[in-house]
């Protein structure tokens, strides 16, 4: 029976070779790598693809994804990424081990909860070194650490950081450093940081030109595995491999139409407009795939002579008048995807899933 369109094509053997490349790596450096789960929706054939490739623990942003961990019969370690919300205080100690956190509030909610349901939890501190999504002023960490010693439910395992993700600040010896200084100012005054979570995928080029900073001992990482690249950077893992995800869709169209549209030019039902060039009369191949199903801009053609013109929200349009292929309707075009892409792609409703070995 032929795969049904669209569909994203998952190697899990190439993840998985990923996982322990990476892993692998950062033993020599005694770091531990916690396997962020979110951009596939803690599928499990990829959380096999992980443990087998060498990961202890796993990490997610939503609790929904968490509790598929948990079902999944997964006994390491589970890591909430998101700062958790007061309302979901019960869900986060009932089904994550650690937690990222920057908020007194929120941590007495979480020390209220485990005092109540008896366990421990254990806790994160988000330092903000520069990227300004999330986490404390370095200067305002003492307090924070001082306020968490007295919830007798918690227990301070670590400090955090966060870089890239919102301002692309990328991760440096330097920004990677200031964790270092603020574990060794808490620990002269008798304090313990066993922890220090340096950062995620965008990490990793650090880590493979030996540039980490000695006594960072965590990093957290997805696209590094899936993709086998620097999140930030967008520079390829030495060794990684980069194609372990494509997404298939199906030719439904192929007509030689002028380029140049005709008639008066309004904004699009997406609220866009439209910028155009006349290039003339061109091949152009719709195939059955919109914006409904994935972020069109993070998604580029296997074949290099194919170029996307755009898309509404069920329809993409290829110019293949370049192609060396031979195309007709019924065929399939393949993609690679961004990270951004696999996230889009594995949320979607209407794009299912096929795993390769």
């Not at 986060?92 to 020390?111: C, G, M």
């Not at 980069?242 to 002028?258: G, M, Q, T, V, Y």
């Not at 292929?325 to 299912?352: C, Q, R, T």
Request: hydrophobic letters at 40%.
């Amino acid at each position: 029976m032929k795969p049904q369109n669209p569909r994203v094509e998952i190697n899990l053997n190439k993840i998985q070779r990923n996982v322990e490349l990476i892993v692998n790596k950062a033993k020599q450096f005694d770091i531990n790598v916690v396997g962020v789960t979110k951009a596939f929706l803690a599928e499990e054939p990829i959380m096999q693809a992980y443990l087998k490739g060498g990961i202890k623990w796993l990490a997610d942003s939503r609790i929904e994804n968490i509790e598929k961990i948990r079902r999944f019969g997964f006994k390491g370690i589970i890591l909430l990424l998101r700062l958790p919300m007061i309302s979901e205080a019960l869900e986060v100690v009932n089904y994550a081990d650690v937690s990222l956190n920057s908020e007194l509030e929120t941590l007495k909610k979480i020390d209220e909860v485990s005092k109540r349901l008896h366990k421990i939890h254990g806790v994160i501190l988000m330092v903000d070194v520069g990227d300004r999504r999330e986490g404390i002023l370095p200067e305002d960490l003492k307090y924070y650490y001082h306020e968490v010693q007295k919830l007798k439910n918690l227990k301070l395992v670590g400090l955090g950081l966060n870089v890239g993700c919102f301002w692309g600040v990328l991760p440096t010896y330097s920004n990677a450093k200031v964790l270092l200084q603020l574990k060794e100012e808490l620990e002269r005054k008798g304090g313990k940081v066993p922890i220090l979570s340096g950062g995620s995928t965008c990490g990793l080029t650090l880590l493979f030109e030996n540039e980490m900073p000695e006594g960072i001992n965590q990093l957290r990482v997805g696209e590094g595995f899936l993709l086998g690249q620097d999140s930030v950077r967008e520079l390829p893992i030495p060794g990684a491999k980069n194609d372990a995800f494509k997404l298939s869709c199906e030719i439904i169209e192929i007509k030689k139409r002028p380029s140049n549209p005709a008639g008066e030019i309004g904004s699009t039902p997406t609220g866009d407009k439209p910028d155009f060039m006349d290039k003339g009369n061109r091949d152009r191949a719709i195939l059955a795939l919109g914006r409904q199903d994935v972020i069109v801009s993070s998604i580029r053609p296997v074949d290099e002579d194919a170029i996307i013109e755009g898309a509404s929200s069920d329809h993409l349009i290829v110019d293949i008048t370049n192609s060396r292929k031979n195309y007709k309707v019924g065929d399939e075009m393949k993609f690679y995807l961004s990270y951004g892409g696999i996230f889009s792609a594995m949320n979607s409703y209407f794009i299912k899933n096929l795993y390769l070995n």
